[in-house]
């Protein structure tokens, strides 16, 4: 059927460039290509037994109904004393809104808030969904891009000169997916200095990474003076706890706001699954150190892929901070011929490491920025060690 009859939101929305990619390899892999798939951001951890306990138990004791809209409120009372103890914010219960993954939450934010012509500001490079999600709301994303010389981090300049009288939201992630930067409590405070000038601003700080931070400090600019009733501040089980299949995230933000992602999403999804939102009440109570072996073995694969990175030719590249993912600039390969294969962007050398090397990686054009690809080290050793290998082999071939 032509797509003329589908709607102009659909035909004009982008795939996300890292499902599209993971399909593509998965697809290869079927027809007996040894692919090593570095494009998902999905730990390669098992859950944690005592998350599947409960789970289990959940399970045995038949809860099995439709869960409320917005979260059961142990959960929501577990997700309000983790707010507490790690972010130093106090969220009452009807502050708080569980969603089936924190893309839903994010989603449910735009839609709430986002009016058409609404521009959103958006540090590139940013997380693959956000665009495409402030579009659907009709909003207007604004790119403000960084570069390696500032870690991929915006400054207040930076942000102070995007601020136009149609900026509605400021969306980021600390730390982010892509770069793997984390934004410290000076590089925060200044750009809330910035924000105190303009109270018609809100923001969406995505901390879904929050855990997984080699600094030893996660800040939550919802903490800072004045950005408290301004933020919406968006967290998940996915990557922390390696929950990424149980679809559970969630947002503190001031009430009006739940309220409004409450109505709405009462109206699409309704309530979270409900055995998974059994599990994660033991996930968010139990403390840091249950999940702190994977965040130990996350920091020893960045600093084996960085070592084995540094290696390869024409790959720049910052220090991530936390998540697991590097993102190299590759733009010293545009404009050049590798193995009979035109190099002209980011895509094109993204698709070449496929083809030649048999490594799945993703364009950083997906995330705003055109010089970079990303690379995720949520795998093994092994993996991590044979695709730069293979990399390498492929770009001096």
């Given at each position: 059927?032509?797509?003329?009859?589908?709607?102009?939101?659909?035909?004009?929305?982008?795939?996300?460039?890292?499902?599209?990619?993971?399909a593509k390899a998965?697809?290869?892999?079927?027809?007996?290509r040894d692919i090593i798939g570095l494009s998902l951001g999905e730990p390669d951890f098992n859950v944690p037994d005592f998350i599947k306990e409960a789970a289990k138990k959940a399970i045995d004791e038949n809860w099995s109904s439709y869960s409320p809209v917005d979260g059961y409120v142990e959960l929501k009372k577990a997700i309000a004393a983790k707010f507490k103890r790690d972010n130093n914010l106090t969220y009452g219960l009807d502050q708080i809104v569980v969603s089936t993954g924190a893309k839903q939450s994010l989603y449910n934010v735009a839609m709430?808030?986002?009016?058409?012509?609404?521009?959103?500001?958006?540090?590139?490079?940013?997380?693959?969904s956000y665009s495409d999600i402030v579009q659907l709301a009709e909003g207007v994303p604004v790119e403000v891009p960084t570069s390696l010389d500032t870690d991929f981090k915006m400054t207040a300049s930076q942000l102070e000169a995007a601020i136009t009288p149609r900026t509605k939201m400021l969306w980021f992630s600390s730390p982010c997916n892509p770069s793997g930067s984390v934004y410290s409590?000076?590089?925060?405070?200044?750009?809330?200095?910035?924000?105190?000038?303009?109270?018609g601003i809100y923001v969406v700080s995505d901390e879904i990474y929050e855990h997984i931070n080699f600094t030893g400090e996660h800040v939550s600019i919802a903490a800072i003076e004045g950005m408290y009733e301004r933020t919406i501040t968006v967290n998940g089980v996915s990557k922390a706890f390696a929950m990424t299949g149980w679809r559970i995230g969630y947002?503190?933000?001031?009430?009006?706001?739940?309220?409004?992602?409450n109505k709405?999403?009462?109206?699409?999804?309704?309530?979270?699954n409900s055995i998974a939102q059994r599990a994660t009440i033991a996930a968010l109570e139990a403390p840091k150190s249950s999940i702190q072996f994977m965040i130990?073995?996350?920091?020893?694969?960045?600093?084996?892929?960085l070592g084995l990175m540094a290696e390869i030719p024409g790959f720049k590249l910052n220090v991530p901070e936390g998540a697991f993912y590097v993102f190299p600039d590759v733009s010293d390969?545009?404009?050049?011929?590798?193995q009979g294969v035109k190099i002209e962007n980011a895509n094109d050398f993204a698709l070449f490491l496929l083809d030649k090397a048999n490594v799945a990686t993703v364009t950083g054009e997906a995330f705003g920025n055109n010089d970079c690809i990303r690379i995720s080290y949520a795998a093994s050793e092994s993996e991590i060690k044979e695709a730069m290998s293979r990399i390498k082999a492929a770009v001096l071939a």
């Amino acid at each position: 059927m032509s797509t003329q009859h589908l709607t102009d939101r659909i035909n004009h929305m982008a795939v996300s460039a890292t499902l599209a990619m993971a399909a593509k390899a998965r697809e290869l892999k079927q027809e007996g290509r040894d692919i090593i798939g570095l494009s998902l951001g999905e730990p390669d951890f098992n859950v944690p037994d005592f998350i599947k306990e409960a789970a289990k138990k959940a399970i045995d004791e038949n809860w099995s109904s439709y869960s409320p809209v917005d979260g059961y409120v142990e959960l929501k009372k577990a997700i309000a004393a983790k707010f507490k103890r790690d972010n130093n914010l106090t969220y009452g219960l009807d502050q708080i809104v569980v969603s089936t993954g924190a893309k839903q939450s994010l989603y449910n934010v735009a839609m709430a808030m986002i009016q058409q012509g609404d521009e959103v500001i958006l540090p590139a490079p940013y997380w693959v969904s956000y665009s495409d999600i402030v579009q659907l709301a009709e909003g207007v994303p604004v790119e403000v891009p960084t570069s390696l010389d500032t870690d991929f981090k915006m400054t207040a300049s930076q942000l102070e000169a995007a601020i136009t009288p149609r900026t509605k939201m400021l969306w980021f992630s600390s730390p982010c997916n892509p770069s793997g930067s984390v934004y410290s409590q000076e590089e925060l405070e200044s750009l809330a200095e910035v924000l105190r000038k303009h109270p018609g601003i809100y923001v969406v700080s995505d901390e879904i990474y929050e855990h997984i931070n080699f600094t030893g400090e996660h800040v939550s600019i919802a903490a800072i003076e004045g950005m408290y009733e301004r933020t919406i501040t968006v967290n998940g089980v996915s990557k922390a706890f390696a929950m990424t299949g149980w679809r559970i995230g969630y947002i503190g933000a001031p009430a009006w706001i739940a309220k409004a992602t409450n109505k709405l999403q009462g109206q699409v999804t309704s309530g979270a699954n409900s055995i998974a939102q059994r599990a994660t009440i033991a996930a968010l109570e139990a403390p840091k150190s249950s999940i702190q072996f994977m965040i130990d073995e996350f920091h020893k694969r960045r600093d084996l892929i960085l070592g084995l990175m540094a290696e390869i030719p024409g790959f720049k590249l910052n220090v991530p901070e936390g998540a697991f993912y590097v993102f190299p600039d590759v733009s010293d390969y545009f404009g050049r011929t590798i193995q009979g294969v035109k190099i002209e962007n980011a895509n094109d050398f993204a698709l070449f490491l496929l083809d030649k090397a048999n490594v799945a990686t993703v364009t950083g054009e997906a995330f705003g920025n055109n010089d970079c690809i990303r690379i995720s080290y949520a795998a093994s050793e092994s993996e991590i060690k044979e695709a730069m290998s293979r990399i390498k082999a492929a770009v001096l071939a």
